[in-house]
């Protein structure tokens, strides 16, 4: 089975930087989706962003020129590299996987889940 674990979250003041990692294991395949979402305390899960087969990559309007999204094949890897950081970034940041051609920032896309990463933005 797929696991997942995120790494690289911390504390950051406004408009800094950090970059998160989501290492995979277990069972692999070269298309799956693998998408970053973010859930803040008393909030829903929301999805914040999502590449896919090809190296597509889909964004949140509110992170969009903010976030990146990429990947290393080689070391198994996803990132989300966070510039220009927000306070109301904060939240726990969850990996997510599925074995799909195309994916967005729906929960019900993904199958897999890492246990999460803590981000906290002060002002």
């Known amino acids: 089975q797929v696991q997942l674990v995120e790494s690289g979250g911390g504390s950051a003041q406004a408009g800094g930087s950090l970059r998160l990692s989501c290492a995979a294991s277990?069972?692999?395949?070269?298309?799956?989706?693998m998408g970053w979402f973010r859930q803040a305390p008393g909030k829903e899960r929301e999805g914040v962003a999502a590449i896919y087969p090809g190296r597509h990559t889909y964004y949140a309007d509110s992170v969009k020129g903010r976030f990146t999204i990429s990947q290393d094949n080689a070391k198994n890897t996803v990132y989300l590299q966070m510039n220009s950081l927000k306070p109301e970034d904060t939240a726990m940041y969850y990996c997510?996987?599925?074995?799909?051609?195309?994916?967005?920032?729906?929960?019900?896309?993904?199958?897999?889940w890492g246990q999460g990463t803590q981000v906290t933005v002060s002002s």
């Open positions: 997510a996987a599925e074995a799909r051609t195309f994916c967005g920032l729906r929960r019900a896309e993904y199958k897999y």
């Open positions: 277990g069972h692999s395949n070269s298309n799956n989706c």
